[in-house]
């Protein structure tokens, strides 16, 4: 099993520009979640889902939006890039609540 | 407002000798704890986890201690080796009808084991 896998590791955006950052997970989790990491901060929970098709917010979702049409894929999507969004984001994933959740290696994203 | 505190960004702690952090919380809702390692470039590595129904979980090295009317958890590892030089952060959920528990993260302490 790979686990949670991130792509790209590295971006550097300018302002207004758009991205998506892919997350894969291959443990068949129904919940799946997103956080940015700001320095010398703690990950703050963006968007999540539950399953396939069914998508919230967290704490931090403007600026964001998501989608879930599988079980394996959560893209998180940036739209009008801000310097405000250079961060590290983490894609997560657990099987079920109250269990652990497996974190991918994250992407560093830089807006200019 | 945070509701996940480490109050100490960083600990240094002689190599062979306990390691202490500690993590305070401010929402009565949560009752689901755990800690995790972050070496640099990499994700978040869970450690161990804690129910409220307990006071303590142990596995290996590391021990949570939880005290649910001081609000405040830690966590003990030892003895201290090199290789847990990290940065260690402490995430609470609970069922608070929100977030399909997303975890709260405090903003984590640097560990260092000096040689």
């Known amino acids: 099993n790979a686990g949670v896998t991130q792509t790209p590791k590295f971006r550097i955006l300018k302002i207004g520009q758009s991205m998506t950052l892919q997350c894969t997970q291959d443990?068949?989790?129904?919940?799946m979640y997103w956080y940015r990491q700001d320095p010398g901060m703690g990950l703050k929970l963006i968007y999540y889902?539950?399953?396939?098709?069914?998508?919230d917010k967290g704490e931090v979702p403007n600026g964001y939006n998501v989608s879930r049409s599988t079980t394996e894929d959560f893209p998180l999507r940036l739209e009008l890039a801000a310097p405000s969004q250079t961060s590290v984001y983490f894609c997560a994933s657990n099987r079920e609540l109250r269990v652990t959740q497996y974190f991918g290696p994250g992407t560093r994203l830089l807006v200019l | 407002d945070q509701q996940v505190k480490q109050n100490s960004p960083s600990l240094s702690v002689q190599e062979g000798r306990i390691s202490i952090l500690n993590c305070d919380y401010t929402n009565s809702m949560f009752d689901y704890f755990l800690w995790y390692k972050k070496y640099p470039a990499e994700g978040p590595t869970f450690l161990i986890s804690?129910?409220?129904?307990?006071d303590k979980n142990e596995d290996g090295r590391f021990t949570v201690f939880l005290n649910k009317s001081a609000k405040h958890l830690s966590l003990h590892i030892v003895p201290s080796q090199p290789g847990d030089s990290a940065v260690y952060f402490c995430?609470?959920?609970?069922?608070?009808?929100?977030?399909?528990?997303?975890?709260?993260f405090g903003k984590g302490t640097h560990l260092i084991i000096q040689p």
């Open positions: 804690i129910s409220s129904i307990k």
């Open positions: 995430a609470a959920s609970g069922n608070s009808g929100g977030g399909a528990d997303g975890l709260t």
């Open positions: 889902s539950v399953g396939a098709g069914i998508t």
């Open positions: 443990m068949n989790h129904n919940y």
